[in-house]
């Protein structure tokens, strides 16, 4: 069964703290996505990575950064949090190829900027 | 902009009911997955549906794939309190780098 599990389900944080999500899965996965998801706009791709040290920006990159240093871990870093940052985060992980292969996510952080 | 369109948003109905979920694109789409998410969970894929015209059931659910594969459905026979979730459909455009883009969703509650 494939795992994929988010550091911390809640989390609150100050305005400009710099602010770690750390997702880790457990499968060899190649893909690994972040994803923030409000109400009433669904989930939107943050950034992703194709393997170690790649990456690539999704639709709203901006006030983000991500870090994939092993295979297994993908982290989201918020530069300087601001309260139009807080929302439910989303990880994500997928084996690469093109034949429709699912993606396993994990349970979500949901991150609280005062 | 949003690539793919899902309605309705919302969807709240008495149990034993039948409803229709759409997902509809101007773009094509290698292949169309719907996912299903609960309160405090990440989303869990239902169905991946690759070839246009492709209908595949699942229990009382039963997905469809567009003939020119840009646009699903999903419609649910004799809803269930159980059903109640949220709905969400997703495309993929071929690329081995696997983004998907997902539809907005579809907050369906059914009612004992």
């Known amino acids: 069964d494939v795992k994929v599990t988010q550091s911390s389900r809640y989390l609150v944080k100050r305005t400009g703290e710099k602010v770690f999500l750390e997702c880790v899965q457990d499968?060899?996965?190649?893909?690994m996505f972040w994803y923030r998801q409000d109400p009433g706009l669904g989930l939107r791709l943050i950034y992703f990575?194709?393997?170690?040290?790649?990456?690539e920006k999704g639709d709203i990159p901006e006030g983000y950064s991500v870090s994939r240093e092993k295979k297994e871990r993908f982290s989201l870093i918020l530069e300087s949090a601001s309260t139009n940052q807080t929302s439910m985060y989303l990880c994500?992980?997928?084996?690469?190829?093109?034949?429709?292969?699912?993606?396993?996510f994990g349970d979500g952080t949901r991150l609280s900027i005062l | 902009t949003q690539l793919l369109e899902q309605s309705p948003q919302f969807l709240s109905i008495q149990e034993g009911e039948n409803l229709t979920v759409y997902c509809n694109s101007s773009?094509?789409?290698?292949?169309l997955q719907w996912y299903r998410q609960e309160p405090g969970e990440g989303p869990v894929l239902l169905v991946t549906?690759?070839?246009?015209?492709e209908v595949k059931k699942l229990k009382r659910l039963t997905f469809q794939f567009g003939d020119a594969r840009k646009d699903s459905s999903l419609h649910i026979t004799a809803a269930q309190p159980g059903d109640t979730g949220l709905y969400l459909c997703?495309?993929?455009?071929?690329?081995?780098?696997?983004?998907?883009?997902f539809g907005r969703g579809t907050q369906l509650t059914v009612w004992p």
């Open positions: 994500a992980s997928r084996d690469a190829g093109t034949g429709g292969q699912p993606q396993h």
């Open positions: 499968m060899d996965h190649e893909n």
């Open positions: 990575s194709y393997d170690v040290k790649m990456k």
């Open positions: 773009s094509v789409f290698s292949s």
């Open positions: 549906v690759v070839t246009g015209g």
């Open positions: 997703a495309g993929a455009r071929g690329s081995t780098l696997g983004r998907l883009y």
